[in-house]
């Protein structure tokens, strides 16, 4: 059997990934590694995701967490204690390494993609706190002490095997659960467990005192006083698991290699036998109380997160008095407040076990268990998980189309008919308590049990009742109990409780009023599958409601028209013809009223079966009515779609053309700055031919003087006289020139014949006045 343990603390992709991972707490010590797995759902098929989402890969945090799961491979069947990181990449996990409990390593080791297939898997195994150790520890106690737990009434309960968690199945009745009514909602009505259905199911005594009482800031001084242990933070009412089952005798709840699973039980007894108080006495009563902390905390009341709950701790110090609670009342108000949170939140805390065997009796069509031992009690014993190898998400969408399309005829609403409780006595002491509207207390969760909306399954008609809304005159913390806030008396609606609430009772002769608000109420609503009827004003679900509620009528009325003739047959073969009809006159009247009976009876049930043709009629006319109604939005909305695709087009083409204009706009206003650049270009080449023309000027000059100085060298060198530098030349004085140009032109003039040889050049004589000849 499967606790309700807890999903793990912490973010999850939103709150997803807490399923797989936690951060350690400041404060928190290490905590054991995660408890043993049955095979579950292969994690190499396609991933599952919640019913309207789509595959989200989730990628890793930062900084540390603490690995608390266990996985190897898809049809791995790990025992508890056995710890194994491992990187998800897509859809496989892959091994990394082995650490010791409570290992820290860093997020970034792992790998991401966490899918929702292997949230709801590692849901289920995280949820499990291992019932080979209760059930150890349960075998380990002395005779006296197991003595004292069937006084209490818990006997039948922890005597309960293993069933395998069918996650698929739980997700899919949790999307259909209305939180106002407190109800689920399915084509057929109203459907909710009851009182009853736990009895039946688990076992645990549903009569007695209420589950309430004080709730404290802190339970330290009665944990370490009543059980020696210690508080996970000052303000809380949470103790370590791995201290409470080490408390126990079960410090390390790992299987061995090799060890198969009868000598791991029987090592875990030995261990806890070792431990235990074998006679009456003070360590006794410890060693009881944290058993029915370990049991209380993590199956019955289980929260979230791996610590376990105390907060039942005052109601046990009395050991005498704790078989006085009503202990399977507050599972089922625990289990309403389960289910009334986000269908998006995947953990598998609670007792879910008695919503599954619950869904196994009521709606059989389904097919998702299979029966066993047909004889054994209490009722969960006799089924198991039957396995389905396809992915999660497939699991539930098929869960979904098969509620959608179930016969009204097909669910069991009274299927503890044919059971006795000649061997089930907590069946018989709980009959008080069944078919009544009443609270449910659990502490904080104070939830309402809706019996009238359920009179079918008290063998009534349902009648139209006005459909209750969720309202709280008080406030309640959240869900969470790491810290409780404030001291809170929760002994509410007692009164209620104690007058055993309310009888549920039917005047109805018929379900059709029922049916009709039903489907004006939540017409919408009850339909999740895939391939769902188009009734998006419930008007097919009304005429199914009525049209069943009519076939029911029908076959009554069939089975007193079946008795009716088969005793006017008995009373004319009494009467035995005329003559001893004259002998009898009663007889004969006798028979006229039975025949009179017989005929009116025929006649109801021939108008019943003409009503149930016209509802068939009706009911075919409707559904033709609105497929034809979808097609015609269908067309509608194609009509639309084509008009909002001629739009867009338009739309896009105007974003063209505009985007066109603006490219021409810079265009223009690139050539425009094109343009402005050319006539600065112009400008300046107009500036360097200027500069050109000036350059070439002074390069002539420069030539015609370079080549004055060639002659001017050539003429000095033939004249004895030193040749200077170009610049001496350009720069010599103008008399210099003037008697170079002088010398010249006389030896122009010179005779032929006269003296040429070289001789010494007389000083130059200063210059005569203007006017006057030179001297000879």
């Known amino acids: 059997m499967e606790g309700g343990g807890e999903g793990q603390g912490g973010d999850g992709g939103g709150r997803r990934r807490k399923k797989s991972i936690r951060h350690r707490q400041p404060g928190e010590g290490t905590s054991a590694a995660a408890p043993e797995a049955s095979p579950v759902a292969p994690m190499e098929e396609e991933p599952a995701v919640m019913p309207g989402d789509e595959d989200e890969p989730i990628g890793p945090k930062t900084g540390g967490c603490r690995i608390t799961r266990q ?31 409570g290992d820290d390593i860093p997020v970034a080791t792992l790998t991401e993609c966490y899918s929702i297939d292997f949230l709801l898997i590692l849901s289920e195994l995280r949820s499990r706190l291992g019932w080979s150790v209760i059930r150890a520890v349960y075998d380990a106690l002395s005779e006296f002490q197991v003595r004292r737990l069937e006084g209490m009434g818990f006997g039948p309960f922890l005597r309960l095997e293993e069933l395998t968690l069918d996650v698929a199945l739980i997700q899919a009745l949790k999307e259909r659960w209305d939180p106002e009514c407190q109800a689920f909602l399915f084509p057929w009505g109203h459907m909710v467990p009851s009182l009853e ?18 709730t404290y800031t802190s339970y330290q001084e009665p944990v370490e006083r009543l059980l020696e242990l210690e508080v996970r933070g000052e303000r809380s009412s949470l103790v370590g698991r791995t201290a409470l089952q080490a408390s126990l005798g079960i410090a390390s709840a790992r299987h061995r290699t090799g060890e198969g699973q009868a000598e791991y039980l029987a090592r875990l007894m030995e261990d806890a036998r070792a431990v235990l108080a074998e006679e009456e006495g003070e360590a006794a009563d410890r060693d009881l109380r944290r058993f029915l902390i370990l049991v209380i905390g993590k199956l019955i009341l289980g929260t979230r997160g791996d610590p376990v709950g105390c907060r039942c701790l005052p109601l046990l110090e009395d050991l005498s008095s704790v078989g006085n609670y009503a202990w399977g009342a507050a599972l089922l108000a625990h289990l309403f407040d389960s289910l009334g949170t986000s269908s998006r939140e995947t953990g598998v805390a609670r007792f879910f076990p008695l919503l599954q065997v619950w869904a196994y009796y009521h709606l059989p069509s389904l097919g998702c268990g299979v029966a066993r031992r047909h004889s054994a009690v209490p009722l969960l014993q006799r089924w198991r998980f039957c396995r389905v190898e396809r992915s999660l998400r497939r699991q539930v969408t098929m869960i979904h189309d098969a509620l959608d399309i179930i016969p009204f005829g097909h669910v069991q609403w009274t299927p503890y008919v044919g059971e006795s409780d000649a061997t089930q006595p907590w069946v018989e002491r709980g009959r008080p308590y069944f078919g009544r509207d009443i609270w449910l207390h659990c502490f904080n969760t104070v939830v309402p049990l809706h019996h009238r909306l359920v009179a079918r399954t008290l063998g009534l008609h349902q009648a139209a009742v006005e459909f209750p809304s969720r309202q709280r005159a008080w406030e309640r913390p959240g869900r969470s109990f790491r810290g409780i806030q404030q001291v809170t008396d929760w002994t509410v609606r007692l009164d209620d409780w104690e007058r055993r609430g309310t009888e549920v009772v039917s005047e109805a002769t018929s379900d059709e009023d029922y049916f009709r608000a039903y489907a004006r109420k939540y017409g919408p609503q009850v339909y999740k599958g895939s391939r769902r009827p188009l009734d998006p004003e419930g008007r097919i679900t009304s005429l199914e409601g009525i049209l069943h509620s009519t076939i029911q009528q029908r076959d009554d009325l069939q089975a007193v028209v079946d008795q009716l003739r088969a005793e006017l047959d008995g009373a004319r073969q009494m009467v035995g013809g005329a003559s001893s009809s004259r002998e009898d006159p009663g007889r004969s009247v006798l028979e006229g009223q039975l025949a009179a009976a017989v005929t009116r009876a025929e006649d109801a049930l021939g108008q019943l079966q003409e009503r149930e043709q016209e509802l068939r009629t009706a009911l075919a006319r409707t559904t033709t009515l609105e497929t034809e109604m979808a097609e015609l939005r269908l067309r509608l909305e194609a009509a639309e779609v084509a008009r909002w695709r001629q739009e867009a087009e338009a739309a896009a083409r105007w974003q063209q053309e505009a985007a066109e204009v603006t490219r021409w706009r810079q265009e223009a206003e690139e050539a425009a700055r094109l343009c402005a650049e050319a006539g600065d270009l112009r400008t300046q080449l107009g500036e360097e ?6 350059l070439r000027s002074e390069m002539r000059g420069l030539e015609r003087a ?34 170079e140009e002088e010398e010249r032109r006389r030896r122009e003039r010179a005779p032929e014949g006269s003296e040429t040889g070289p001789r010494v050049m007389a000083p130059p004589s200063p210059r005569p006045p203007e006017g006057t000849g030179e001297s000879g």
């Open 197 to 214: 259905d736990v009895v039946w199911i688990t076992g645990l005594r549903v009569d007695g005192q209420a589950v309430t009482g004080t």
């Open 71 to 101: 996985i190897a491979t898809p049809y791995a069947s790990r025992s508890e204690g056995d710890s194994l990181i491992v990187a998800f990449t897509g859809k496989k996990a892959t091994p990394l390494v082995s650490p010791s409990e």
């Open 706 to 739: 370079l080549v004055l100085v060639g002659r001017s060298r050539s003429a000095t060198s033939w004249s004895g006289i030193p040749s200077g530098s170009a610049g001496h030349y350009l720069t010599g004085s103008s008399e210099r020139r003037r008697n």
């Open 689 to 694: 031919r200027h500069r050109s023309d000036m």
